[in-house]
């Protein structure tokens, strides 16, 4: 357009020419600006169609992105009752439930940030009234995620007037579901959180907010108790108990009768300073550093458990729908009963916040549905640069169901995955050409057509198999004793040597013949559970390996039960033993390959190593949903659900119970002659175990505890492996044997396989299993960082 200009254009003077040529360019980039500017258009209809659908009264909509705001409207009335006004973009709202996450969540981790409070404490320690009625071992981070226990509500009834008694109220409720089960959303949660804030700073929540939160944020139109002259901007809500239309006066009742200030609600603010918040959660400030925003905004529910919750913020829960259809699970946000929501996506760096007073006047509107459209249409429109695009396809890959909203669960996948010696098949033996090898397997080790390893090996071309190793159970897995001998292989008539047996030199490769090697190769099924001794006697190749000075090539196999879930006590230093090899957790989500190289470069061992990576595999696919065959990896794990439950039924079977070796099902199963079947049942049901249920009934072992003898226990039924914390489980049935039995049960063995002093310590003394669980979660944390380095599935 320049162009034409200049070359139709008469000679003029110097200065005329660069006034037409700058407003051109200006006219020029204004129109290149519009074009790439997200056309969001459409979310004037929907709004104007939610109004005149009598959803609500009015709203204020805001749209920021990459840093800016790129659309703000307000539409219709924000109040009808008792006369009309139109709505303005800076009305100011009752903010109803977002009070939990802008002002009380982020006190909270301001207190945290500063070391002030840590979330796995209890909440006692720092409100010692709030024990009563079996609350002790709810933690800070149970009330901010809501998996607490707590019901919904204080009572309204009888009628209570004041904040004092409110927070006594609150401090006395007797939970209706154990800490940590259920996923309950809950006010009471949030009353309790205020009232620490306050016991920790001294401060009133409205005023420690104004001072560390909305001042240093700008936000100067957000408060608690607005003042008068703030009124005529104020949205009025509903008619109250007395016929009075609500205008700054919080909305809430319980929120109103503890005087216009709690942790769940009572405050107001403005769609410009939530803006602002807004930005600060995605560019981080003063008020909260970024790990600690994405530490609030990152899943921190109990892990096995389906309502995502951050600290505070909501991520994937029945409460979601103003998340959309397109904004991807990782995006966090909250919603209001008044009618107001924020959702917020760091990845495309955008947020949007729309405030309506949906409940004026009388109760009735509704803005669920138009939160989700507003969303969609946002995320929709929102241009993506090819990075952002890219983030989004593989926050969108996790596994997660969304069409069934806020139920975290894994979609069934029928994959193909190929195991490490079926690669190694396809690359020709590449990496063994010329090389005189051993191999460490048994029965699992078999290719996609059934053909055993040692056979593959045996008749490789240019590969020399010389030696075979076996692990416990021996080569054909079937051998369930303390000493097994060498032997000669059937079919190839190679020579077996068993690295199990009653002594530590039996458990070890023997030296000798490794240096007679070029390379040792070893393909097991592992169970992913750190006592299952194949890890250990992976950890002591590598060692011999590095000793001989030859390769270790490990031929990868899937985690039967998934790479995504760390779960339990990290085993304690010094206490390493068969059972344990290192600082590894009870389940610790890694393959065999993955573990490999943790243990060679956490122990320092520096062995040649190869990991032969599968093919097809995802962390979150359990073994049925490979195609790969499941295979006992020993004479009693004979089944997925028997491995899903070993995690935790395997820590007690040291003790004295039966955990049905010698039935058809082992590991589904507790008992013992002197336990009473309906009361143990009784007391594991009421405890509600998330993904397991309790059956009393009577077996009788053919070996093992108990053989022949009676046994009164439960059969364990897995209802959902996703939701099951396998090893918090066996702290329960531990725990339980304690509490029920402490003359007849002797816990003492359980170390062995346990391998934490500080858990066995705090099972003994009583302790909740919920608390035990949440006093392992640090070290279980920084094993989880240091394990991501280790990783070669994502």
């Given amino acids: 357009m320049l162009n034409r200009f200049l070359k139709g254009s008469r000679a003029g003077s110097t200065t005329c020419s660069f006034i037409y040529i700058l407003f051109f360019l200006g006219c020029e980039l204004a129109s290149a600006q519009q ?40 539409f219709g009335n924000r109040s009808l009752e008792p006369k009309v006004e139109p709505m303005t973009v800076d009305t100011i709202f009752d903010m109803a439930s977002l009070t939990k996450v802008i002002a009380t969540t982020t006190a909270v981790m301001q207190l945290e940030e500063q070391g002030r409070i840590r979330m796995n404490d209890p909440v006692v320690k720092y409100i010692p009234e709030f024990g009563q009625n079996g609350k002790g071992d709810i933690a800070v981070r149970d009330l901010l995620t809501h998996y607490s226990g707590l019901a919904p509500d204080i009572d309204l009834t009888p009628a209570f007037a004041s904040r ?91 929120a109103r009768r503890m005087g216009g200030v709690a942790g769940h609600a009572g405050l107001f603010s403005t769609a410009d300073d939530l803006a602002k918040f807004a930005q600060a959660l995605l560019d981080g400030s003063s008020v909260l550093s970024l ?62 916040i729309l405030l309506t007073n949906a409940v004026h006047p009388r109760g009735q509107g509704t ?45 069934d996948r029928n994959g193909s995955v190929w195991t490490g010696i079926d690669v190694l098949e396809s690359q020709d033996f590449t990496l063994l050409k010329g090389k005189k090898i051993g191999v460490l397997t048994n029965q699992t080790g078999v290719d996609s057509t059934g053909h055993r390893t040692i056979d593959v090996l045996a008749h490789a071309p240019g590969v020399q198999l010389t030696a075979i190793f076996s692990p416990e159970h021996g080569v054909t897995g079937e051998l369930d004793i303390t000493h097994v001998g060498n032997s000669r292989d059937a079919a190839t008539g190679i020579p077996v040597y068993s690295v199990y047996g009653g002594s530590d030199s039996a458990r070890r490769p023997p030296l000798d013949i490794l240096k007679q090697l070029d390379a040792v190769v070893f393909d097991l099924q592992d169970a992913g559970v750190r006592f299952y ?98 295979i006992n990896p020993s004479p009693n794990l004979r089944s997925l659900t028997a491995a899903s439950l070993y995690p935790g039924v395997g820590l007690v079977e040291g003790t004295n119970v039966s955990v049905g070796r010698g039935t058809d099902t082992p590991f589904e199963l507790l008992g013992a002659p002197w336990i009473n079947a309906r009361e143990l049942a009784a007391y594991l049901n009421m405890r509600q175990i998330p993904g397991v249920r309790f059956v009393p009934t009577t077996f009788t072992p053919t070996s093992s505890n108990y053989s022949g003898q009676p046994c009164h226990g439960v059969n364990i039924v897995l209802t959902d492996r996703e939701f099951l914390d396998a090893p918090e489980l066996g702290i329960e049935l531990a725990s339980v044997l304690i509490k029920l039995y402490p003359e007849q049960y002797h816990v003492e063995k359980i170390m062995e396989i346990l391998a934490s002093k500080a858990v066995y310590d705090a099972i003994v003394s009583g302790q909740d299993p919920h608390r035990i669980d949440l006093d392992w979660q640090d070290d279980l944390l920084k094993f989880t960082k240091m394990r991501e380095r280790y990783l070669i599935y994502k």
Wanted: aromatic content about 8%; some cysteine; charged content about 15%.
């Fill in 35 to 74: 074009a790439s500017a997200p056309n969001l258009n459409v979310l004037d209809s929907v709004i104007q169609t939610s109004i005149q659908n009598h959803e609500m009264p009015g709203a204020v909509l805001l749209v920021g992105h990459e840093g800016q705001v790129i659309y703000r409207k307000a």
């Fill in 164 to 254: 004092d008694t409110a927070l006594s109220m609150a401090f006395a409720e007797m939970p209706i579901a154990p800490p940590e089960t259920q996923f309950i959303y809950s006010d009471t949660n949030f009353i309790v959180l205020a009232a620490l804030v306050e016991r920790i700073t001294g401060m009133p929540l409205d005023a420690y907010c104004l001072q560390n939160i909305f001042t240093p944020l700008g936000m100067s139109h957000t408060r608690f108790l607005p003042p008068s002259d703030w009124l005529s901007h104020i949205a009025p809500t509903q008619y109250d108990d007395r016929n009075q239309m609500l205008r700054g006066v919080v909305h809430d009742p319980r």
């Fill in 291 to 352: 790990p600690a925003i994405r530490k609030m905004t990152s899943p921190e529910q109990p892990s096995n458990l389906p309502a995502i919750r951050g600290f505070g913020w909501d991520i994937d829960s029945p409460f979601s729908s103003n998340r959309g259809e397109f904004l991807p699970i990782g995006s966090f946000g909250h919603t209001g009963f008044t009618g107001t929501s924020i959702w917020i996506d760091p990845t495309s760096r955008t947020y949007v």
């Fill in 367 to 411: 803005v669920i549905s138009v939160r989700s459209k507003v969303a969609t249409a946002v995320a929709a429109a929102i241009p993506l640069t090819p990075d952002e695009q890219e983030a989004l396809r593989w926050k969108t890959i996790t596994g997660y169901n969304e069409a069934m909203t806020a139920q975290r669960r894994m979609d």
């Fill in 533 to 630: 001794t194949y890890e250990t006697t992976l950890g002591y190749f590598l060692e011999g390996a590095a000793k001989a000075g030859i390769p270790l090539i490990v031929l990868d196999r899937p985690n039967p039960i998934s790479g995504t879930l760390v779960q339990g006590p990290v085993s304690e230093l010094g206490r390493e033993n068969f059972n344990n090899y290192g600082l590894v957790p009870v389940r610790n989500g890694m393959t065999l390959g993955e573990l490999a190289q943790m243990f060679n470069a956490e122990h320092n061992i520096h062995a040649k190593l190869t990991v032969v990576a599968m093919q097809g595999w995802m962390r979150g696919d359990w073994l049925d949903s490979t195609g790969v065959e499941w």
